[in-house]
């Protein structure tokens, strides 16, 4: 079965550095979405994304996030200056009309 | 807005007893329901979801689940638990339109004693 896949599993990051983390949704999806889960808690919605622009975000999302379809497979997501509060899972997830969501098995990231 | 509520959060059962997980949801229209399984330091598992229809839904792994209107509820059962089902588990309400967000709930930790 088709999975979403991301990339790396695990990123250790300074605080305030920049940060990219990568997603291959599955190939035929059209809707994509980034989720958060820190640790111990529930999962989040940052953002989803359709036709190459942003549908929805939270108030999580803010300033500093920011999403890109730089080609035709990958999905990322960027943290300009990262906090420490920013470490936590962080989920890919990709649709089709009317079917759920497929996550991916989540980056964990750590910031130092 | 939407939301999620499971009540529980730690249950305990013996393994091979039954189990039934609680999720209430508030949602303005007819929700899209998702019961996902994770395992420590892993992703999210579906394990099954109810869009429409048959108010009973079967998953994955001898899971089933029941979609109550009146109760507002989409509860998690199984009938006899396996030691490999400890894990925490989500509920999500999801919009019926695409590229809708899923809101979770807080989770349900099982443990499973022998």
């Known amino acids: 079965e088709p999975e979403v896949t991301q990339t790396p599993s695990h990123q250790v990051t300074q605080m305030g550095q920049e940060v990219i983390l990568r997603c291959v949704p599955i190939?035929?999806?059209?809707?994509f979405y980034w989720y958060r889960q820190i640790l111990g808690q529930k999962v989040e919605f940052l953002v989803s994304f359709y036709n190459n622009e942003i549908s929805e975000k939270s108030e999580i999302f803010d300033d500093q996030f920011s999403v890109e379809r730089p080609d035709g497979s990958n999905f990322t997501l960027k943290i300009r200056s990262t906090k420490l509060e920013d470490s936590a899972m962080y989920f890919c997830?990709?649709?089709?009309?009317?079917?759920?969501?497929?996550f991916g098995d989540g980056t964990r990231l750590s910031i130092l | 807005a939407q939301s999620v509520t499971q009540p529980d959060i730690h249950i305990t059962v013996s393994e091979g007893a039954s189990l039934e997980l609680r999720c209430n949801y508030s949602?303005?229209?007819?929700?899209?329901l998702f019961w996902y399984v994770q395992s420590p330091g892993q992703g999210l598992q579906l394990l099954l979801k109810y869009f429409s229809g048959d108010t009973l839904v079967q998953g994955i792994k001898g899971f089933e689940a029941e979609f109550k209107r009146s109760q507002s509820s989409f509860n998690l059962r199984k009938p006899s638990v396996h030691w490999s089902d400890a894990a925490e588990y989500f509920c999500a309400v999801g919009a019926g339109t695409n590229a809708g967000k899923s809101t979770f709930g807080d989770g349900t930790t099982l443990t499973v004693k022998p």
């Open positions: 190939s035929n999806h059209l809707y």
């Open positions: 997830a990709s649709s089709v009309e009317g079917q759920p969501q497929h």
């Open positions: 949602y303005g229209a007819t929700p899209y």
